[in-house]
């Protein structure tokens, strides 16, 4: 069946009523899938199968609302589409219903809340939950910290392929949390999200390399990996990028790039990094009263060395 003629089923199927069509149809319209991409098409074909009580578009229409696609944003009525939806088992909903009480969005914060939804969905296999489960117990949130707890959920959902458990599971390995420290346990799991396109775990692997932890120490590696992470905004890949290209490579033009990309996200340290190469002109050209500004971004969020710059700077 064309693609045109599939679309053409649904609309029929959605008119005559039929709630899963009509939430097929919110789906195809809100990714543009054949047609032409359009959130308010997609909210009302979620709204009129969310009021049969179908718990996908539920769900579905509480991430537009979450989100402000097609609507204003509004996170009151999210937790109203969640709800509805987790109350009929829908594990996606209860996840996201976890999310929104963890965070205290909509609703007042509340950790312990926030576990019995994501235990629904995670009971369910559903790897977000059982991801974010798994961080609960880790940081002791809503539960008592346990580590072994944490690894069991991080493993249910690394298991399944979800990235972020999988680079959680490096974390773990990496820092012997809960079990035996293993750097070599830690690449595995790094490896497997950094290759599904996760920065976190793609910066992970640069330090590895990077400091030849578990691998023969290699900077074009790290790189390699640094770099695929801070292509997708990681502010910490980009400083690490930063300093490998100001401290090893000496690459002054190279560095100040991505020192600045990263203080433009607010990270204090490539602030601080940034206005040194301001200060001395290595890369760029010299500019005193920009590097005060960058220096005084890093001094305001606690950067002692940022501090002590701006008060030899006014010395001067």
């Not at 773990?172 to 599904?196: P, R, S």
């Not at 190469?277 to 060395?305: C, F, N, P, T």
Request: net charge negative.
């Amino acid at each position: 069946m064309s693609n045109d003629a599939e679309i053409r089923l649904y609309i029929m199927l959605a008119k005559a009523g039929d709630a899963a069509a009509q939430n097929r149809l919110g789906l195809i319209s809100q990714n543009g899938e054949g047609v032409p991409q359009d959130y308010a098409e997609a909210i009302k074909w979620y709204l009129k199968a969310a009021e049969q009580g179908y718990a996908a578009a539920q769900n579905n229409l509480g991430l537009m609302y979450q989100n402000g696609k097609g609507v204003p944003q509004d996170d009151a009525e999210a937790i109203k589409w969640y709800l509805k939806a987790a109350e009929q088992g829908s594990a996606a909903a209860q996840n996201n219903l976890g999310w929104m009480y963890q965070n205290g969005k909509g609703v007042p914060q509340d950790d312990t809340e926030a576990i019995k939804w994501y235990l629904k969905a995670a009971e369910q296999g559903y790897a977000a939950a059982q991801n974010n489960l798994g961080w609960m117990y880790q940081n002791g949130k809503g539960v008592p910290q346990d580590d072994t707890e944490a690894i069991k959920w991080y493993l249910k959902a690394a298991e399944q392929g979800y990235a972020a458990a999988q680079n959680n599971m490096g974390l773990i390995y990496q820092n012997g949390k809960g079990v035996k420290q293993d750097n070599a346990e830690a690449i595995k799991w790094y490896l497997k999200a950094a290759e599904q396109g996760s920065a976190a775990a793609q910066n992970n692997l640069g330090w590895i390399y990077q400091s030849g932890k578990g691998v023969p120490q290699d900077d074009a590696v790290a790189i390699k990996w640094y770099l695929k992470a801070a292509e997708q905004r990681s502010a910490i890949a980009q400083y690490n990028l930063g300093l490998m290209y100001s401290r090893g490579l000496q690459d002054y033009a190279e560095a100040a790039r991505w020192f600045l990309k990263s203080a433009e996200q607010g990270i204090a340290d490539a602030q601080f990094n940034f206005g040194l190469i301001l200060e001395e002109g290595r890369g760029v050209k010299q500019d005193s009263d920009s590097a005060v500004m960058w220096y005084s971004e890093a001094a305001e969020q606690g950067h002692a060395e940022a501090q002590l710059r701006l008060d030899k700077m006014k010395d001067k």
